[in-house]
């Protein structure tokens, strides 16, 4: 891995936490609260300025509820192109109430086609 593509990591990794973050409507100084970290590195960790340790990881995903699973979840770029590839990176940085939307739209879609073929 380049220093280049390490600090890409970096700095998605601190996007997917402001994101988590402000979706559960936390400020930084909350999120900080929570975690046992400062506020100032809060923010830096978001920025991708700095290069979190395991145990920082591990505070931040304590302060945010969350499982380190669901941080790294969909994180890295997608290599195949697939149907539910695509379909997973149009919504993976759409809110949480637009994803359980497109969740209700999807079963409905798949309800119907199943009871299409009954008939």
Request: charged share 35%.
């Given at each position: 891995?380049?220093?280049?593509?390490?600090?890409e990591?970096?700095?998605?990794?601190?996007?997917?936490?402001?994101k988590?973050r402000?979706?559960?409507?936390?400020?930084?100084?909350q999120?900080a609260?929570?975690?046992?970290?400062?506020?100032?590195?809060?923010?830096?960790?978001?920025?991708g300025e700095?290069?979190?340790?395991?145990?920082?990881?591990e505070?931040v995903?304590g302060?945010?509820?969350?499982?380190?699973?669901?941080l790294?979840?969909?994180?890295?770029?997608?290599?195949?192109?697939?149907?539910?590839s695509?379909?997973?990176?149009?919504?993976?940085?759409?809110?949480?109430?637009?994803?359980e939307m497109?969740?209700?739209i999807?079963?409905?879609?798949?309800?119907?086609?199943?009871?299409?073929?009954?008939?």
């Amino acid at each position: 891995m380049t220093d280049e593509s390490k600090s890409e990591l970096v700095k998605r990794i601190g996007e997917r936490i402001r994101k988590i973050r402000k979706e559960m409507n936390l400020s930084q100084e909350q999120l900080a609260e929570r975690s046992g970290l400062h506020t100032n590195y809060v923010g830096q960790v978001e920025r991708g300025e700095k290069n979190l340790t395991l145990e920082t990881l591990e505070k931040v995903v304590g302060g945010l509820h969350i499982s380190l699973e669901e941080l790294f979840r969909y994180i890295g770029p997608m290599e195949q192109k697939d149907a539910l590839s695509q379909i997973i990176e149009l919504l993976v940085e759409r809110s949480s109430v637009d994803q359980e939307m497109v969740l209700r739209i999807l079963i409905s879609i798949l309800e119907w086609e199943d009871k299409k073929h009954i008939l």
